[in-house]
């Protein structure tokens, strides 16, 4: 760890509240605000934040009433937030962001970065974007002030928009968490690095029926083969759209094995090796769970937009937004708000990836 920096966390879930906790039990500074304004009531109390599980402790970070007072008062902005409340949130940041005030965003969704920074640019501001493939940790939220950590990640996928700035994101992000980040090649790479939705397709989709159910159910105990063929089809479908572009990102082998310090065997092999070792997590209990209502509007359907725009179309991912469509009764393709926001698909791929460099969308 290196300097002490004063972090703002724009969130109030399980990751939000985890992440606070790792960075004060590291000697930095974290400041809290929960966009509902309901997440921090009792720290906002005197409560303290307590963290339970793979990090233990009891913290007392800062508490911010808003978008701005978290801003002003911090050094690095940092998002940790469901993909749906991305926009409303960077909405709420951007007329706030100072010059080169470092943001990081955990984990990336759906071109976030890109809409940041073409919104700042209006302002005639200009920051660097750290966007990260996955969560620091895993984990539930269960109770007011109480974070379970589940595990802390050993290696997180890591690049920082414009592209020329990524030596000084991957060093801020190693002060403030250590040396656990491997730099991957651009914000293309960093959105077909999350491998959370590919996942939880297979998880939910067959295994709606406890989900609606509310039923208690192992989620590594239910990884079954023919799930975890799924989930390895998946996964491929996404590694070929990134070797099309030529880009280099993680399998969902590397992922369990960096994730939950597992062996490498089939995916369902190793999620029986997490239920053994009751580290496997519990699925969700209901049907209205990020699984679905985040991760196939904020995940599956971008990566079948790169999957397009790469000419690797991602038959898996779109059939499975439309089946989960068909269970929700809702269209999911037209749920992602940054998407329709940034209208990718008026530009070429060249366009796109020039973009993901220089952090500048064109007119």
């Given at each position: 760890?290196g300097?002490?920096?004063?972090v ?5 879930g ?7 906790a ?17 997440g ?26 808003s ?5 002003a ?12 409340g ?12 100072r ?13 976030g ?10 302002r ?17 939220r269960?109770?007011d002030?109480?974070a379970?950590?589940?595990t ?10 414009p592209?020329a700035?990524?030596p000084?994101?991957?060093a801020?992000?190693q ?6 980040f491997?730099p ?9 690095s999350?491998l959370n939705?590919?996942?939880?397709m ?9 989900m609606?159910?509310g ?5 590594g105990?239910n ?10 089809a998946l ?6 759209i ?7 990102v993680?399998?969902i ?9 597992v062996?490498?065997?089939s995916?369902?092999e190793?999620?029986a090796?997490?239920?053994e070792k009751?580290i496997g997590?519990?699925?969700?209990a209901t ?13 599956l359907v ?7 725009l ?5 038959v898996?991912h779109?059939?499975g ?26 530009l ?5 990836q ?10």
């Amino acid at each position: 760890m290196g300097q002490e920096y004063k972090v703002g966390i724009a969130g109030a879930g399980s990751v939000a509240f985890g992440t606070a906790a790792f960075l004060e039990h590291s000697g930095q500074k974290a400041m809290l605000w929960s966009p509902s304004g309901k997440g921090t009531t009792a720290l906002a109390a005197g409560a303290p934040l307590t963290a339970k599980g793979a990090l233990e402790g009891s913290f007392s970070p800062g508490i911010a009433a808003s978008a701005e007072e978290l801003v002003a008062k911090s050094e690095v902005i940092f998002l940790a937030l469901p993909g749906y409340g991305h926009k409303a949130v960077l909405d709420a940041l951007i007329p706030h962001l100072r010059q080169d005030q470092p943001v990081i965003i955990s984990s990336h969704a759906s071109f976030g970065a890109l809409y940041l920074l073409d919104r700042l640019a209006a302002r005639g501001v200009s920051l660097p974007v750290t966007v990260w493939g996955t969560t620091l940790l895993t984990g539930r939220r269960t109770g007011d002030t109480v974070a379970s950590v589940n595990t802390i990640r050993s290696k997180i996928d890591l690049a920082t928009v414009p592209a020329a700035r990524t030596p000084e994101g991957l060093a801020l992000c190693q002060d403030l968490f250590g040396d656990r980040f491997v730099p991957r090649e651009g914000l293309l790479a960093i959105s077909l690095s999350n491998l959370n939705p590919q996942n939880h397709m297979g998880i939910a989709l067959c295994n709606m029926t406890r989900m609606e159910h509310g039923e208690t159910w192992s989620q590594g105990g239910n990884v079954t083969p023919n799930v975890g063929r799924l989930m390895e089809a998946l996964d491929a479908e996404r590694v070929a759209i990134a070797e099309a572009l030529g880009l280099k990102v993680r399998t969902i082998f590397e992922h369990y094995h960096l994730s939950y310090h597992v062996p490498v065997a089939s995916i369902a092999e190793m999620n029986a090796e997490l239920h053994e070792k009751g580290i496997g997590g519990q699925g969700p209990a209901t049907a209205d769970s990020r699984y679905v209502t985040e991760d196939v509007p904020y995940g599956l359907v971008v990566t079948s937009v790169i999957g397009r725009l790469a000419g690797r179309p991602a038959v898996l991912h779109e059939s499975g937004t439309e089946i989960f469509s068909a269970l929700y009764g809702r269209d999911f393709t037209k749920e992602n708000t940054l998407l329709s926001e940034l209208g990718l698909e008026r530009l070429t791929l060249a366009q796109v990836q020039d973009a993901c460099r220089s952090g500048v969308l064109p007119r």
